[in-house]
């Protein structure tokens, strides 16, 4: 009963936040209610005089399994901003909560079980053929919605849970837009104008690659996860550097490049911009690219695959290809990583860096040897990185 009642205030929270935007800061608490739930319930049936029957002992030790690997691989995926254990961790989740939504096969082959054990004597006249077989095929559709839409609700609920009040509010001045493809494939993104915004002048385009933090459907999240589009909307930085922000938000388990097994969001970024500059006055000899942690990959995937279209980038603690380094070598290159990182190793970087220079390139590399992952403000209060970056132009 408490599992039952865990279960429908969870599914509650689900549906008030996917239709109306609302009790998002329950949703956290209201999976932590059911996965107690779970365990109690699975403790319960090892515990009692059901563990006596076979299926429902069966029933227990995966309910016990599958929510053991759950709670550890979402305390996994809240201690480490590893982009790729996240993507590894999530698919962890997704995959032990689809077999767990088979146990209650289990409690029906108990319930066939226990029938066939009852006297034989009818106490109640049978149900008609045809109702059987309707309660046959409610029962398979409802374990058919759970496995392919219930696991997908909740997944791309969890994905939306975690946009700050402050990314919220900084993204109500971006504009936001979705482009849609001739395949129909769709890529949500912000975009912020310059001031003062005159068609007649040609402005920089500056792509801003969140990191993990950033992955979702919501078309906000990307804000909080990009320093870009963070330090480039403050007011000062606006008015001294006017240039479209564009910040496409990258959908759960993908990547903008450079992480493997993961599919690859690239050409929906490279189509928008150029409908984009259909749309709008932007210099094509002033494309910047920049992002950290995912959206480091990204970059260094991004200059690594198409060098023609960026005149700069800006590439923190990310991991790029030493194999694409002969593309980059014409395009400047300032790139960040912390010595002490743990998520993505700074060799990632400096081989990258070693490759660039080998091949002819001069890109500038800055290492902060008391920094992990975490060096957001160490990039910031680096003296002229925004000049040098607006200083770019390409031939």
């Not at 920089?204 to 870009?228: A, F, K, M, Y």
């Not at 550097?241 to 097994?261: I, K, T």
């Not at 749309?279 to 990959?297: A, F, M, N, P, T």
Request: hydrophobic fraction near 45%; charge should be neutral.
């Amino acid at each position: 009963m408490f599992l039952l009642l865990a279960i429908t205030f969870q599914v509650g929270v689900i549906l008030a936040v996917r239709l109306r935007g609302e009790l998002r800061n329950l949703f956290v608490p209201a999976t932590l209610l059911v996965v107690g739930a779970g365990l109690l319930h699975g403790v319960s049936l090892l515990a009692s005089r059901a563990r006596e029957r076979g299926w429902l002992r069966a029933a227990g030790m995966g309910i016990l399994f599958m929510y053991t690997i759950i709670v550890a691989s979402f305390i996994g995926m809240i201690s480490t901003q590893n982009v790729a254990m996240q993507g590894t961790l999530q698919k962890i989740v997704e995959w032990a909560s689809l077999i767990n939504s088979m146990v209650p096969i289990l409690f029906i082959l108990n319930f066939r079980e226990e029938i066939r054990h009852l006297p034989t004597q009818e106490v109640l006249p049978p149900f008609p053929k045809a109702t059987g077989g309707m309660l046959g095929f409610l029962t398979l559709a409802s374990i058919g919605f759970t496995l392919f839409f219930g696991l997908r609700l909740a997944s791309a609920t969890y994905q939306n849970m975690h946009a700050s009040p402050e990314g919220k509010a900084l993204a109500q001045t971006f504009e936001a837009h979705t482009y849609v493809n001739a395949r129909g494939e769709k890529l949500q993104y912000r975009l912020l104008k310059p001031l003062d915004y005159d068609s007649t002048q040609k402005y920089p385009l500056v792509v801003c690659l969140h990191g993990g933090g950033g992955w979702g459907t919501d078309n906000i999240r990307q804000i909080d996860g990009s320093w870009e589009a963070k330090t480039l909307s403050e007011p000062g930085n606006r008015k001294k550097y006017p240039a479209f922000l564009f910040v496409p938000q990258c959908p759960p388990n993908a990547s903008w490049g450079g992480l493997p097994r993961l599919p690859v969001v690239d050409s929906l970024v490279f189509e928008t911009i150029s409908s984009l500059e259909e749309e709008y006055s932007i210099d094509e000899k002033r494309r910047y690219v920049g992002g950290g942690s995912l959206g480091g990959y990204g970059t260094w995937h991004f200059i690594g695959t198409r060098p023609d279209l960026f005149a700069a980038a800006l590439p923190i603690c990310g991991e790029g290809n030493p194999a694409l380094a002969p593309n980059m070598v014409e395009v400047p290159v300032w790139a960040f990583h912390g010595r002490l990182d743990k998520n993505v190793p700074v060799s990632g970087s400096r081989d990258v860096i070693e490759a660039i220079r080998k091949a002819g390139g001069t890109p500038r590399y800055t290492e902060f040897p008391d920094r992990g992952h975490d060096i957001w403000k160490q990039v910031n209060d680096t003296p002229g990185v925004l000049d040098w970056l607006f200083a770019q132009q390409r031939e």
